[in-house]
């Protein structure tokens, strides 16, 4: 148990982590595999699944992204 608060972890994702959008897009798409497969009538929905992980990449291997960069990554992966 942690009483003080200059112990706290390092590890907690910030909740505008880019990192973290990427896992839940990636967790959201293979919900909609599992439920596609379950009922698959008519076509899958459009997930454009290569490009959000290319831009992604493009920010995240980024040394110091620039809030621009920073903020276009965000809502590409948002939408």
Do not use: W
Request: aromatic share 6%.
């Amino acid at each position: 148990m942690i009483y003080d608060a200059t112990a706290c972890p390092q590890d907690i994702a910030y909740p505008t982590d880019i990192g973290l959008l990427d896992k839940s897009r990636e967790i959201t798409e293979a919900i909609i595999d599992e439920l596609h497969t379950a009922n698959p009538q008519g076509k899958k929905p459009r997930t454009h699944r290569q490009v959000a992980r290319k831009r992604y990449l493009k920010v995240a291997q980024n040394k110091n992204p620039s809030r621009k960069v920073i903020r276009k990554g965000i809502k590409f992966q948002l939408q």
